[in-house]
Nanobody, 128 residues
C-alpha cells in the first residue's frame, strides 16, 4: 500500500494550490482519508478529512482552514484532493496525506496516529 502526495510548491499569498494524494495497492469500500501539515518547529496539525461509507460521505476541516480549503475524493482514481485557496504565509508547511481502511469515528480524525497509512509529504510554501 502506498500513498503518494503531489502538487506542492511555491505560491504567493492569496494564491491557490491543489494537492493530490493517490492511494495504490488497496481499495476501500468505506474509509477515511485526510490531510495533516507540519510547519517548521511546530506540531503536526489536522487540516481536513473525508469519511465515506456506502453512499454517505462527510468532510471535516480544521478551524484555521475552514472556508479556504476543500477536500474531495475521486473514487475511480482512488485519489483525494485538497484545494487550497486564499493561501497565507502561515499555511507554509509540509502537507501529509493519511488513509484508514474504515470510517473513523469523529474523535479519531484529528490524530494522524489513528490512520493505517501515511504519505511522505509535499512542501507548500506561501511567500511573496
Amino acid at each position: 500500500v502506498q500513498l503518494v502526495e503531489s502538487g506542492g510548491g511555491l505560491v504567493q499569498p492569496g494564491g491557490s494550490l491543489r494537492l493530490s494524494c493517490a492511494l495504490s495497492g488497496v481499495t476501500f469500500s468505506s474509509g477515511t482519508m485526510g490531510w495533516f501539515r507540519q510547519a517548521s518547529g511546530k506540531d503536526r496539525e489536522f487540516v481536513a478529512a473525508t469519511r465515506w461509507s456506502g453512499g454517505n460521505k462527510q468532510m471535516h476541516y480544521g478551524e484555521t482552514v475552514k472556508g479556504r480549503f476543500s477536500i474531495s475524493r475521486d473514487n475511480s482514481l482512488n485519489t483525494v484532493y485538497l484545494q487550497m485557496n486564499s493561501l497565507k504565509p502561515e499555511d507554509t508547511a509540509v502537507y501529509y496525506c493519511a488513509a484508514h481502511n474504515s470510517r473513523l469515528i469523529l474523535s479519531s480524525l484529528w490524530d494522524e496516529e489513528n490512520y493505517n497509512y501515511r504519505g511522505q509529504g509535499t512542501q507548500v510554501t506561501v511567500s511573496s
